[in-house]
């Protein structure tokens, strides 16, 4: 069974511009979860999908948006980029009790 | 609040020595509680997952505890081997919908 994916694995950008991140969840899970976590912090929350809908939202300004597809994937995008974006974006999954977390997506802002 | 809090925050031990990281939490009603660990730049791995009536489960040198009244959690590293180095993350489910929350992490380095 695949994991959870996440595209691209790395991605570089300059202030003000636009970034997109993908996430595949593990067949089945309809819940998605976008994490950040900056260097040498620890994770924050930043989004949850459950079947199609956004259900919760952390602490971040509204540039930070996404949304859930029918097939279950998720985008999360971030808008106006600046430089303290820089992280790696974690998604999970999960389905009944269990959360899976895909590899990230490290974002660079130059 | 639903909230999870992970200490210390950072930790730096040498190599075969024990360690332990604790994890409180206020989430309520209360589901289950796993333990994570990850490696710089991946996602996080499960190690352990505890619920409401375990209150201790072993991993081969990571034994985990959970004291549901105090609400409490603490993961227990063994001789500790350089690879030990991660991040250690305690999540929280609650029982109620799907919703899980995530403490901030422990950041362990061990060195020779």
């Known amino acids: 069974e695949a994991g959870v994916t996440q595209s691209p694995t790395h991605l570089i950008k300059t202030r003000g511009q636009q970034a997109t991140l993908r996430c595949s969840p593990i067949?089945?899970?309809?819940?998605v979860y976008w994490y950040q976590q900056a260097l040498g912090l620890g994770l924050q929350f930043l989004l949850w999908?459950?079947?199609?809908?956004?259900?919760n939202r952390g602490n971040f300004p509204p540039r930070f948006s996404g949304r859930q597809f029918p097939n279950y994937s998720s985008e999360l995008n971030v808008n106006a980029l600046e430089l303290e974006d820089s992280a790696l974006y974690l998604c999970?999954?999960?389905?009944?009790?269990?959360?899976?977390f895909g590899p990230g997506t490290r974002l660079t802002v130059l | 609040k639903n909230q999870v809090e992970q200490s210390p925050q950072s930790l730096i031990i040498l190599e075969g020595k024990n360690c332990t990281l604790q994890?409180?939490?206020?989430?309520?009603?209360?589901?289950?509680l796993r333990w994570y660990k990850q490696d710089t730049g991946r996602g996080p791995v499960s190690l352990t997952i505890?619920?409401?009536?375990?209150n201790t489960k072993s991993n081969g040198r990571y034994t985990a505890t959970l004291d549901a009244d105090t609400k409490q959690s603490s993961l227990h590293i063994t001789a500790s081997q350089l690879s030990d180095s991660a991040s250690y993350i305690c999540?929280?489910?609650?029982?109620?919908?799907?919703?899980?929350?995530f403490g901030t992490g422990t950041s362990l380095t061990v060195i020779p």
């Open positions: 999908y459950d079947e199609g809908e956004e259900r």
């Open positions: 067949s089945g899970h309809t819940s």
């Open positions: 505890m619920t409401f009536s375990e």
């Open positions: 999540v929280v489910r609650a029982n109620t919908g799907n919703q899980f929350y």
């Open positions: 994890c409180n939490y206020t989430v309520s009603p209360f589901s289950n």
């Open positions: 999970a999954s999960s389905l009944a009790g269990t959360v899976f």
